[in-house]
């Protein structure tokens, strides 16, 4: 029967679904004959692409390809699976012509959200007990992994720049089970990994740790295919845990590296496969190769962790003596070691390194915070109070949504007139045509239609800011009429001349459309009649052009 200890647990992990949740419900009833809510409360972009994702499974697909550029390529599998899955039910259920397929399509990315939320925070509260047994330090180390930040939101004020905790899921937990269920199930697949691995450790001295051990590799090849270098992060933190483990005890840990071999064996035909579509792929090479997350600057993580870092010091002096006897204690120092060291590694994805780093820290926050208070109520009130500080970027970032959702705006919604002239488009369209359109209109087709975007999201399409800027000539009338010819036969990349995207079919001419205009509608209409072009759609302010 669960201990009152973890009831308290499971009512926390309840609220924090429920206070998740409410600002998507506020957002959907703030929906009426001027706006639809786009589904996501931050980086709508991003989750335009998940929805995008969601709806190519929804018409059967299950090889990924690109739809935010117009390079023709393979599709790969096994990639944005947690999308494509739950796209495939819904495709079973409502057609993909279908209006009601989007609005499906978000009902089931909540549902995705809250069934990869909850099984974090179980993985989670697993993972804290495997370390902790005191009721008061376990609780303190889930609030403050799920929910916890730092000083990091007086940054604006002091002229430094955005917190971490606000744009940069993979170091904390709360912008995870907010709204990025993909990073929700691979990090709860990595901790039940671990989970699995301490189970294989217990039994090293008989037969029965293998399937254990099998166990951690199929929970990290889920990992992987939420996040496919998310492997590089699982083996850098084994090979630091066994370094450390070997230091600590002077001898080679040859238990444990028997244990991560077999673990990382199972994931590694999965590693070799995703390092070689990412390699052979062309246009997959070109899209990882622009995906540029660079770590900030140290003294803004030193904002985001400084509240657990301090009491984690005296937590890892704790681990460092109690892993004499027990592995698994290094393996609390060796991950935020590990991610420091990785996140200013020259690669791409730099700040991604912090992957689950809040973990392993909060729980040597926790015991330095239950150690230091001991049994003296006014300690014992400051270190809740200390949590309670390190819950306020949380607070902020909720507050944030609840603001956001209770006044409609772009992009977080998106005009009526828009999503009534897409879905029209959808109707009357082929799977994977062209449509062209700004960057604005681009990143909301693919979630609302089977077409591709000439230019829509910052990674997803190639070569993005030269195609913008491409873009935003053609709506102010600065091409020439060769350039213009161009656009419309597809053009090709700078950087690999030998690719060229597929011509456009569509032409969106909405509100963001014109803003961009220089000249006046009526000559932009001319000029696409001359082209060929020829209105097929006009309603709301919305008009959409074809061209065969």
């Given at each position: 029967?669960?201990?009152?200890?973890?009831?308290?647990?499971?009512?926390?992990?309840?609220?924090?679904?429920?206070?998740?949740?409410?600002?998507?419900?506020?957002?959907?009833?703030?929906?009426?004959?001027?706006?639809?809510?786009?589904?996501?409360?931050f980086g709508v972009d991003d989750g335009n692409s998940y929805l995008g994702k969601m709806r190519l499974g929804g018409r059967g697909g299950w090889n990924f390809s690109l739809f935010y550029t117009t390079e023709p390529h393979e599709g790969a599998a096994l990639v944005f699976w947690p999308y494509i899955l739950p796209g495939q039910i819904v495709g079973r259920i409502v057609p993909e012509t279908d209006p009601a397929q989007t609005p499906a399509l978000l009902i089931a990315w909540q549902i995705m959200r809250l069934a990869f939320d909850a099984l974090y925070l179980w993985a989670l509260w697993r993972f804290i007990s495997a370390f902790l047994s005191a009721g008061n330090a376990r609780f303190a180390a889930f609030v403050l992994a799920s929910i916890g930040g730092g000083v990091g939101w007086l940054l604006p004020f002091l002229g430094g720049g955005l917190p971490a905790e606000f744009y940069i899921p993979e170091g904390f937990s709360f912008l995870i089970l907010l709204g990025l269920p993909h990073l929700a199930l691979a990090r709860a697949a990595m901790l039940a990994g671990f989970l699995a691995l301490f189970a294989a450790q217990r039994r090293a001295e008989t037969r029965g740790w293998m399937p254990y051990a099998l166990l951690a590799g199929i929970c990290w090849a889920i990992t992987g295919m939420s996040v496919p270098f998310y492997f590089g992060v699982i083996y850098v933190l084994l090979g630091m845990w066994g370094l450390l483990v070997w230091l600590r005890n002077r001898r080679f840990p040859r238990a444990l590296f028997l244990r991560c071999v077999a673990a990382g064996l199972v994931t590694l035909p999965l590693f070799i496969y995703y390092g070689i579509?990412?390699?052979?792929?062309?246009?997959?090479a070109l899209w990882s190769a622009q995906n540029q997350l660079p770590s900030p600057p140290p003294l803004v993580y030193l904002a985001a962790y400084i509240l657990l870092a301090i009491p984690a010091v005296k937590g890892a002096v704790h681990a460092w003596r109690e892993g004499k006897h027990d592995a698994r204690w290094l393996l609390l120092i060796a991950w935020p070691v590990a991610a420091f060291a990785l996140v200013y590694v020259p690669i791409n994805v730099q700040r991604r390194m912090l992957e689950g780093v809040i973990v392993p820290l909060a729980i040597l926050a926790a015991v330095g915070l239950m150690a230091w208070a001991g049994a003296h109520w006014r300690r014992r009130m400051m270190a809740w109070g200390w949590v309670a500080a390190a819950a306020i970027p949380a607070a902020l970032l909720l507050v944030g949504t609840l603001n956001t959702v209770l006044h409609p705006q772009m992009p977080v919604f998106r005009p009526a007139a828009e999503v009534a002239a897409l879905e029209w488009l959808n109707q009357h369209s082929a799977p994977g045509e062209v449509a062209l359109a700004s960057f604005e209109t681009g990143n909301a087709i693919p979630v609302y239609t089977h077409l591709r975007a000439f230019i829509g999201h910052g990674?997803?399409?190639?070569?993005?800011?030269?195609?913008?800027?491409?873009?935003?000539?053609f709506f102010g009338g600065g091409l020439t009429d060769?350039?213009?010819?161009?656009?419309?036969?597809?053009?090709?990349?700078?950087?690999?001349?030998?690719?060229?995207?597929?011509?456009?079919?569509?032409?969106?001419?909405?509100?963001?459309?014109?803003?961009?205009?220089a000249g006046g509608a009526d000559a932009f209409r001319q000029?696409?009649?001359?082209?060929?072009?020829?209105?097929?759609y006009d309603a709301g302010g919305w008009e959409i052009y074809g061209r065969a």
């Open positions: 029967m669960p201990s009152r200890r973890d009831f308290r647990a499971l009512i926390f992990a309840l609220a924090l679904l429920a206070l998740t949740t409410l600002p998507y419900l506020i957002g959907f009833a703030g929906e009426g004959s001027q706006w639809r809510f786009s589904g996501s409360l579509t990412f390699q052979q792929n062309q246009v997959f990674p997803e399409t190639l070569e993005a800011a030269r195609k913008e800027a491409l873009i935003a000539q060769e350039e213009r010819r161009n656009l419309f036969a597809g053009g090709c990349l700078e950087a690999a001349p030998e690719l060229c995207g597929d011509p456009p079919r569509w032409l969106i001419f909405g509100e963001a459309e014109r803003e961009s205009m000029m696409l009649a001359n082209e060929g072009w020829r209105q097929v």
